[in-house]
């Protein structure tokens, strides 16, 4: 008995290819991972859990790039040829995962945090450049745990269609947490990082080579090129 779905194209309508998903064309090269952090402050304690996370990243494998918000304009406050913009999509651009980092000021992320997101487009033509890469959300705390900056963050996340890997890191009174060296004492925090970022690497050599394929849509394969393109422009208005 064929399913009573009349509104849906069934030649448009494909269904799961586990070949596709096995694809056999693995990229060789040490994942992608973009450290953003959501601080300016000369001891930035989100910048400092950044590193640390970066260093693990880098002694699982990985290939770490960090964007240093300094001088980053409000979004919409300067042209998009401005070069701290050019230097963040770039840097966007050549990820494959991204780790966001944010201390938590009145209850929510940082306005800088905010800012660089902001500045990451959801469409270039009909591409969404953040779209199939995947995320890990930290925050760091002044006081006790936690978790309005992560929650946040996984909201824009999801928005900017990335994949959002289920563990988090929340740091509480970040200030006891690092020595005067500005390296992270050993701790369950500690530890908690470490398992974020051992999961992120894992999700990303996972899912980057057919990223592609797990995102495309029904409703997109309807579109033309063309008017696809009109939509998600509008959308980034």
């Known amino acids: ?36 952090y959501g601080s300016l402050r000369e001891r930035s304690f989100s910048r400092l859990a950044s590193e640390e996370a970066a260093r693990i990243l880098e002694a699982l494998g ?20 401005h070069p701290k913009v050019v230097e963040l999509r770039a840097l966007a651009a050549w990820s494959e995962g991204m780790v966001w980092c944010s201390p938590e000021r009145h209850g929510a992320m940082t306005g800088i945090m905010k800012t660089q997101i902001d500045w990451i487009p959801l469409a270039q033509g009909a591409v969404r450049p953040t ?10 705390c002044g006081g ?16 900017m269609r ?12 970040a200030f006891q947490e690092f020595g005067d060296d500005n390296r992270m004492k050993p701790s369950a925090y500690y530890d908690r990082i470490v398992d974020v970022m051992e999961e992120l690497v ?12 797990l995102v495309d849509r029904y409703s997109e394969r309807k579109e033309s090129g063309e008017a696809l393109m009109r939509r998600v422009n509008q959308a980034s208005i």
């Not at 779209?131 to 760091?140: F, I």
């Not at 006790?144 to 928005?159: D, E, K, T």
Request: no cysteine; aromatic share 4%.
């Open 162 to 173: 990335m994949l959002t890997i289920p563990n988090q890191s929340s740091v509480a009174k």
């Open 1 to 36: 008995m064929q399913p009573d779905v009349p509104n849906i194209d069934p030649q448009l309508l494909l269904s799961p290819d586990t070949s596709r998903l096995a694809n056999p064309l693995v990229s060789t090269h040490p994942v992608r991972i973009l450290m953003l």
């Open 62 to 81: 990985a290939e770490v790039k960090t964007f240093d918000p300094t001088g980053l304009p409000l979004a919409d406050g300067a042209p998009d040829t």
């Open 202 to 213: 894992k999700f990303t050599l996972l899912t980057r080579d057919v990223a592609p394929y």
């Open 131 to 140: 779209q199939g890469k995947t995320l890990a959300v930290m925050q760091v």
């Open 144 to 159: 006790s745990q936690s978790f309005n900056a992560v929650n946040q963050m996984r909201v824009l996340g999801r928005w």
